[in-house]
């Protein structure tokens, strides 16, 4: 009998369990982190998105190399032209345990210095994020590229 314990107790400890999937309240954690993302976008407050990423992420912009860590990601986001009518559209929110990524749709209007529109772009994107300790869900890894054929932009 106590060999038996003895490898019902290797047995278990041996064994793995998969982390549970995400919950309805970390989908809408990633969803309201997307959304105030929009928000900072629209107001060029790129230092306040900086701070939805990890310390040491990646941000992987078309035509450019890849951006590591904030103070990267943050000189990337101001390059960007100015936007309006920005959008991100969550496509896809799935995970396990402290991992998920997102799958989705952007668009914008490019315009120029003096406020008028010059262009538009619309494409794809995904994240992957991780749960912080504070509960937040910051951006680990970040790509996005256009569906506008090259040199189309408008």
């Known amino acids: 009998m106590r060999a038996i314990v003895t490898g019902l107790i290797v047995l278990l400890a041996t064994c793995k369990v998969a982390p549970p999937d995400l919950s309805e309240a970390d989908r809408a954690a990633i969803r309201a982190a997307t959304d105030s993302f929009i928000a900072n976008a629209r107001a ?4 306040v998105n900086t701070l939805l990423y990890t310390e040491n992420a990646t941000f992987m912009a078309p035509n450019v190399a890849i951006a590591e860590g904030r103070a990267a990601i943050r000189a990337q986001l101001a390059k960007l032209p100015l936007m309006t009518d920005f959008t991100l559209t969550p496509v896809e929110i799935d995970g396990r345990g402290d991992l998920a990524y997102v799958r989705g749709t952007y668009s914008f209007n490019i315009v120029g210095s003096d406020g008028h529109q010059v262009g538009e772009d619309h494409g794809k994107y995904l994240e ?10 910051l951006i680990v890894a970040d790509i996005f590229n256009s569906d506008v054929p090259a040199g189309k932009l408008r």
């Open 44 to 47: 060029r407050r790129d230092s």
């Open 128 to 137: 992957v994020r991780r749960k912080q300790p504070d509960g937040k869900w």
